[in-house]
């Protein structure tokens, strides 16, 4: 599959990958907050009911955050590596002549 810019193998997948797992990391981190609210709020809560409580609100943050981030961010940066191959080339009268090699990678934004 070709995009603009390249093909899929261009794009920044691990970046993109990590950006979606923190997010929804970050958003099921409330669970443990929802856990204690409800032990504060219900009385007489066993550690199953909390437990599940958190359970829940972690799958639902998380997935919430996980599609906001989806939303800000649907495809990975293009990466683009340009290479450069060095040599040296003896010539006549023992002239030797050098290239440098050169790598330049740019990610650019969707």
Do not use: C, R
């Not at 997010?23 to 437990?51: E, R």
């Not at 955050?65 to 590596?81: D, E, K, M, W």
């Amino acid at each position: 599959m070709k995009l603009a810019g390249g093909s899929l193998g261009s794009l920044d997948w691990s970046q993109w990958l990590y950006g979606l797992f923190s997010a929804v990391i970050g958003g099921g981190a409330g669970a443990a907050t929802a856990g204690v609210g409800a032990n504060l709020v219900v009385p007489n809560l066993n550690s199953h009911q909390t437990l599940s409580i958190m359970g829940m609100t972690f799958v639902v943050s998380g997935l919430f955050n996980g599609l906001a981030f989806l939303h800000s961010s649907p495809l990975p940066a293009v990466t683009t590596t340009e290479k450069t191959v060095s040599s040296l080339t003896a010539g006549p009268a023992g002239a030797v002549t050098a290239s440098k090699t050169t790598e330049t990678k740019t990610i650019q934004t969707p």
